[in-house]
């Protein structure tokens, strides 16, 4: 370019360059705007919700209380009155309601989570209703520490008691962190996207990560505010650690040829949780568990963001479709 051209081509760009500063903010207004509707819509949005305290009705309540109890919650009394009756004399029953009781003295901050909760799911999904919600005890069995069905919903708190907990020294590190209160709405969320999300009739191992991709998608709308980490039920270390590697771990996954894969040893291996993720290499202590999962949720997150789909046209798509629309590029 002589100097002449290059002079020319200066003083266009000096013209150009306004305007497209201009249109960079008017699109970032926009989408600004457009966010801000959304959240009024959101807040606007009525929710009774409706939680019942029945870890301590139960506790306080004595023999004497039993036939109320059974009156008030008969699809919690389907066993005999000498059942509840051993429970409440038991003295590991008695020290369980304590704990809990001491953990959890108010529930204000959980009930506020779970109101703006389901703000964002009848956004999103107008026609569902809201459950009522009782917290109970449950002997401390994590894998059903959240039950959703059309209309209850259980939380059971000894599931909650913070990963330092002594009930819960007996277990692998990677199952005591996720039991902390901080992850209670999160997993509710988790329980409401089951219901929601298709599970995948494709076997492969690409169907299979971006089933949990929808989900964790889903998540992000229905908890903007909360972190990755809350999301996905990593810590701030582990998210860290994905967000890090993203781009080996995807190397990883197609050197390997697994996408179209059936094996269904990657489902232990990437996708299932884990104390780590399991390539074979060196890495592996290092990585945390349901790796799979994460690249999934960065699929959909591509896709969604190239593509004009609204959520209930998400929800049913075929993972191959998503995939090779998303033009998903692992961030290095």
């Known amino acids: 370019m002589n100097a002449v051209n290059n002079k020319m081509y200066c003083k266009i760009l000096d013209k150009v360059k306004p305007i497209f500063i201009l249109l960079s903010v008017f699109f970032i207004l926009s989408s600004c705007n457009d966010s801000d509707k959304v959240t009024e819509e959101i807040a606007a949005i009525p929710v009774d919700l409706k939680i019942s305290r029945f870890d301590r009705e139960f506790a306080s309540s004595g023999k004497e209380g039993l036939s109320a109890l059974r009156r008030k919650y008969p699809y919690l009394f389907p066993a005999p009155d000498s059942v509840w009756i051993a429970k409440m004399n038991d003295s590991l029953q008695i020290e369980l309601f304590q704990e809990v009781g001491n953990a959890f003295r108010s529930f204000e901050d959980e009930e506020e989570g779970l109101v703006q909760l389901f703000k964002h799911i009848k956004y999103y999904f107008p026609e569902y209703k809201t459950p009522k919600v009782l917290t109970v005890t449950n002997d401390v069995d994590y894998n059903n520490r959240i039950i959703l069905t059309d209309s209850l919903l259980f939380i059971s708190l000894d599931n909650y008691l913070g990963s330092e907990h ?24 988790s329980s409401f996207a089951k219901q929601v999300v298709p599970r995948p009739r494709d076997r ?3 169907a299979r990560m971006v089933y949990f991709g929808k989900e964790l998608y889903l998540k992000d709308k229905l908890m903007p505010e909360a972190s990755d980490a809350k999301k996905i039920g990593y810590s701030q270390e582990e998210i860290d650690w994905a967000l890090a590697n993203e781009e080996p771990i995807w190397r990883n996954f197609i050197e390997n040829e697994y996408l179209y894969s059936t094996d269904n040893k990657l489902n232990q291996r990437f996708l299932e949780p884990a104390p780590f993720s399991k390539f074979g290499l060196e890495l592996d202590n290092e990585s945390p568990g349901r790796l799979g999962r994460y690249i999934g949720w960065q699929i959909v997150r591509a896709f969604m963001e190239n593509n004009d789909v609204s959520m209930m046209q998400l929800m049913p798509m075929p993972a191959d479709e998503i995939f090779k629309k998303s033009n998903y590029k692992p961030r290095n």
């Open 204 to 206: 492969t191992y690409l």
């Open 166 to 189: 002594k009930y819960y020294g007996g277990f692998q590190r990677y199952i005591a962190q996720s039991l902390d209160r901080n992850f209670l709405v999160s997993d509710v969320a």
